[in-house]
C-alpha cells in the first residue's frame, strides 16, 4: 500500500528566504508526482507535474525534484513571499489503480 | 478557459438524509476523480470515472456513489448521512486520466452534516 508523508507538518519562515519541502512515498512504482498547493477553505493548485521519467520540473521559483530510487521528492521555493503561504501537498499516482495518493501537507507560513 | 466547477459550494444536510454533488470538468477532459478532505484523514481517494465508467473505488462505504455522464460531468450522492461525512469534497479532472496527466482540482463542496 503506497503511503506518502511530507515533512515538516509546518514552517514557519521570514520573508525572502529560500526553503525546502520534503515528501516521501513507500513504493518506486508510480507513474507521476504533482505537487499542489491549496488555501485555507479553498481547492488545491496544482504547481508541478514530474512524470516518472523525469528528475525535475522548473516554474518560476518553484522547483521540484523527484528521485524515485530513494521514494523522494522536493520542492524548492526561492526568494519566498508572503503570498506563498499555503499548504503545500505531493501527490503520488499509483501504477495499476487510477488514484492519486496523497501526503497530509507541510503548512507554510512566510512573515513580512 | 473555465476550470472544473463544483456545486454547491457549501452544504448543510441532516442526519440520515442524503446529498448530491455535481461537478463540470474542463472541456475536453474526460477523466473525473472525487476526493474527501477531513482534519484527521487528510485526502482520500473516493472514486474515479471515465467515459461514463467508474474504473476505481476507493475503502468507503456503499453510502457513497457517483457517476458519469456522456458530457463527463459527474455526479457523486452519499445516502443516510452521518455526522463523519462532514468534510470538504473535492473533484479533479484531467485529460485522460489522473495518472498520466496533470489533474485539476475545483474549489470543493463543504459538507456539513448535523
Known amino acids: 500500500k503506497q503511503e506518502v508523508t511530507q515533512i515538516p507538518a509546518a514552517l514557519s519562515v521570514p520573508e525572502g528566504e529560500n526553503l525546502v519541502l520534503n515528501c516521501s512515498f513507500t513504493d518506486s512504482a508510480i507513474y507521476n508526482l504533482q505537487w499542489f498547493r491549496q488555501d485555507p477553505g479553498k481547492g488545491l493548485t496544482s504547481l508541478l507535474l514530474i512524470q516518472s521519467s523525469q528528475r525535475e520540473q522548473t516554474s518560476g521559483r518553484l522547483n521540484a525534484s523527484l528521485d524515485k530510487s530513494s521514494g523522494r521528492s522536493t520542492l524548492y521555493i526561492a526568494a519566498s513571499q508572503p503570498g506563498d503561504s499555503a499548504t503545500y501537498l505531493c501527490a503520488v499516482g499509483v501504477q495499476g489503480a487510477q488514484k492519486l495518493v496523497f501526503g497530509q501537507g507541510t503548512r507554510l507560513t512566510i512573515n513580512p | 478557459k473555465a476550470g472544473v466547477t463544483q456545486t454547491p459550494r457549501y452544504l448543510i444536510k441532516t442526519r440520515g438524509q442524503q446529498v448530491t454533488l455535481s461537478c463540470s470538468p474542463i472541456s475536453g477532459h474526460r477523466s473525473v476523480s472525487w476526493y474527501q478532505q477531513t482534519p484527521g484523514q487528510g485526502l482520500q481517494f473516493l472514486f474515479e470515472y471515465f467515459s461514463e465508467t467508474q474504473r476505481n473505488k476507493g475503502n468507503f462505504p456503499g453510502r457513497f456513489s457517483g457517476r458519469q455522464f456522456s458530457n463527463s460531468r459527474s455526479e457523486m450522492n452519499v445516502s443516510t448521512l452521518e455526522l463523519g461525512d462532514s468534510a470538504l469534497y473535492l473533484c479533479?479532472?484531467?485529460?485522460?486520466?489522473?495518472?498520466?496527466?496533470?489533474?485539476?482540482f475545483g474549489q470543493g463542496t463543504r459538507l456539513t452534516v448535523v
Open positions: 479533479a479532472s484531467s485529460l485522460v486520466d489522473s495518472l498520466n496527466t496533470e489533474a485539476f
